[in-house]
T-cell receptor
Framework: NAGVTQTPKFRILKIGQSMTLQCAQD?????MYWYRQDPGMGLKLIYY???????DKGEVPNGYNVSRSTTEDFPLRLELAAPSQTSVYFC?????????????????FGPGTRLTVL | QQQVKQSPQSLIVQKGGIPIINCAYE??????FPWYQQFPGKGPALLIA?????SEKKEGRFTISFNKSAKQFSLHIMDSQPGDSATYFC??????????????FGQGTILTVHP
């Protein structure tokens, strides 16, 4: 299994440009998440999804949009890039149900996308 | 606002030392507390986790201590090694159905272990 994959690894955008960060997982997980990581701030939840066709806002959703047309893919869209969106973006996934013998399921993270907006 | 506060921001120890990272939370609905380890250029990975019905959990050289009344928990790394040099995040979530596993993270601690 490849786990959680993200593309691109790095990207530089100009202010006002748009782009889509791709995320895919091959573990058949229902739950998927997008986080951003800024120095000294930890990870903040942007959006999450509990299944195909179902998405909801996290703590810092402004300036972003998501869609979930399949179980595998969860792209994050930036419509009008701003310098405040310079960050490292992580996608994660986890199984929805409780596995046998386990009371909680681990979130698996992708390798991240480093985005700079100039 | 749901918050998890983590300290210190950075920590330097010698090989064999016992670094301790502390976290405090506010939301009493939290009932699952994982620690994630992140190496440079990589995504976070689950290291160890605890529920509030126990006061301590050990996995190898890593121990979580939990104080429910104080709403605090900490990570201890015994016999630390240079390979433990990484950023460590504490986190919290509720296990209930409506939490959907959403994690609230602390600010992170950059640990450096010198040989």
């Amino acid at each position: 299994n490849a786990g959680v994959t993200q593309t691109p690894k790095f990207r530089i955008l100009k202010i006002g440009q748009s782009m889509t960060l791709q995320c895919a997982q091959d573990m058949n997980h229902n739950y998927m998440y997008w986080y951003r990581q800024d120095p000294g701030m930890g990870l903040k939840l942007i959006y999450y999804s509990v299944g195909a066709g179902i998405t909801d806002k996290g703590e810092v959703p402004n300036g972003y949009n998501v869609s979930r047309s399949t179980t595998e893919d969860f792209p994050l869209r930036l419509e009008l890039a701003a310098p405040s969106q310079t960050s490292v973006y992580f996608c994660a996934s986890r199984d929805a149900g409780t596995k046998r013998g386990s009371w909680y399921n681990e979130q698996f993270f992708g390798p991240g996308t480093r985005l700079t907006v100039l | 606002q749901q918050q998890v506060k983590q300290s210190p921001q950075s920590l330097i120890v010698q090989k064999g030392g016992i670094p301790i990272i502390n976290c405090a939370y506010e939301n009493t609905a939290f009932d699952y507390f994982p620690w994630y380890q992140q190496f440079p250029g990589k995504g976070p990975a689950l290291l160890i986790a605890i529920r509030p019905d126990v006061s301590e959990k050990k996995e190898g050289r890593f121990t979580i201590s939990f104080n429910k009344s104080a709403k605090q928990f900490s990570l201890h790394i015994m016999d630390s090694q240079p390979g433990d040099s990484a950023t460590y995040f504490c986190a919290a979530t509720g296990a209930g159905g409506t939490s959907y596993g959403k994690l609230t993270f602390g600010q992170g601690t950059i640990l450096t272990v010198h040989p």
